[in-house]
């Protein structure tokens, strides 16, 4: 797949990005009063503006990006009021499938095996009524960010981030962090390692990279649960600010949250050379994804172990979890309509901005139709 879904929108701020979908759409405004024609906030007429409310949680790491789709939605439709609570992958699901939310972000798929007593696939239909789909929305780089004073570039690979994080090596000037990092004069200041303590697909995903690049260094399962050494802070502002605060420090979190807390990020070694995290390095990764789910199901399987020169291999993709078809077709409606603002080109190239990759146009492509059959 290729990335050329990465759109030259990603440097503009967002009501630029409106304003030009409003220059270019050739859909008059609904006449419900939300917006005019020719108005800037036109970008989401296209959606068919809904009046109401719509509730959803789950992913933290999907929550900038998430945010900046929302007030695109709610600029366009001023009757429309979507709440998300970023209370973790785990948490989205669980409230799910008990109804209590109109659809769930989570870094992970649906499990379609058994664990802890449930298949989560099959409970999601069970509370639909119908199939319950995995809708790519995000694409989102997991850095390993670190604070140590005096080291502004580290050079890291799966072998010694596993044994880092698996309190294994507990020294920045350790050998074997050295030996990636000849020019840098280390400190043997006491490594820090923070993780996140709720149930997370960031950790499923960052796990999921340890245990497939580097099998030998990682003896355990992967898991939304954290399985390794260190102090957990709850959610993905929890960890970045944690680190932030403490020399020595590092932790797994999504670029964004990277950003946003000023953190050096670690450039990653596949055998390859070393590879820093842009928003292209991580669409190199996300082009080679697998689709496993069949359908409008668009769970995918992703090449932790890639050995592809210039991929940044630790990504996860979030993915909005939907019914396919709603038992109250007007919350059907709903979920259609503001997915459709969140997958739009305008909205998905002002996310690079925010820390995100765009999703490459082959997914994209099946993500709108997968939208569009949202009943």
Do not use: H
Request: net charge negative; proline share 4%; aromatic share 8%.
């Amino acid at each position: 797949m290729s990335v050329s879904r990465v759109s030259a929108f990603g440097a503009l701020a967002l009501t630029g990005v409106l304003a030009l979908s409003a220059c270019a759409t050739e859909n008059p405004a609904p006449s419900d009063g939300n917006t005019a024609a020719g108005d800037p906030t036109n970008a989401a007429a296209v959606a068919d503006c809904f009046t109401g409310d719509l509730k959803a949680e789950g992913s933290s790491a999907q929550k900038n990006a998430i945010d900046e789709a929302i007030s695109a939605y709610q600029t366009a439709c001023t009757d429309a009021t979507i709440d998300y609570q970023p209370t973790g992958s785990g948490a989205g699901i669980k409230q799910f499938i008990a109804k209590q939310v109109d659809f769930a972000g989570s870094d992970s798929a649906l499990k379609t095996e058994e664990k802890d007593g449930i298949i989560e696939a099959q409970e999601a239909k069970n509370s639909c009524g119908s199939d319950a789909w995995n809708l790519p929305m995000v694409t989102g780089p997991i850095a390993i960010a670190y604070n140590v004073k005096g080291v502004d570039k580290l050079v890291l690979n799966a072998d010694v981030a596993s044994k880092i994080f698996d309190g294994k090596i507990t020294t920045w000037n350790d050998p074997a962090i050295a030996a990636l990092n000849k020019d840098a004069t280390l400190p043997a200041t006491p490594i820090k390692v923070y993780f996140r303590s709720d149930e997370s697909g960031t950790t499923e995903n960052f796990t999921k990279y340890l245990k497939a690049a580097a099998p030998s260094a990682w003896s355990y399962e992967t898991s939304k649960k954290w399985p390794g050494k260190g102090e957990g802070k709850e959610k993905s502002a929890g960890v970045a600010t944690a680190t932030k605060g403490q020399d020595g420090a590092i932790t797994y979190v999504e670029w964004s949250y990277a950003q946003q807390n000023q953190l050096s990020m670690a450039s990653i070694d596949t055998g390859s050379g070393p590879v820093e995290l842009t928003a292209d390095s991580a669409g190199k990764t996300v082009a080679t994804a697998e689709q496993t789910g069949t359908g409008n199901d668009l769970a995918l399987k992703i090449d932790y172990a890639t050995k592809e020169a210039g991929a940044y291999p630790i990504v996860l993709v979030t993915y909005e979890i939907v019914c396919s078809a709603y038992p109250d077709a007007e919350t059907g409606k709903k979920v259609k309509s503001f997915l459709k603002t969140f997958a739009s080109e305008e909205v998905q190239g002002g996310l690079t901005a925010q820390g995100y990759a765009p999703l490459p146009a082959e997914v994209a492509s099946k993500v709108e139709t997968a939208i569009d059959a949202i009943s």
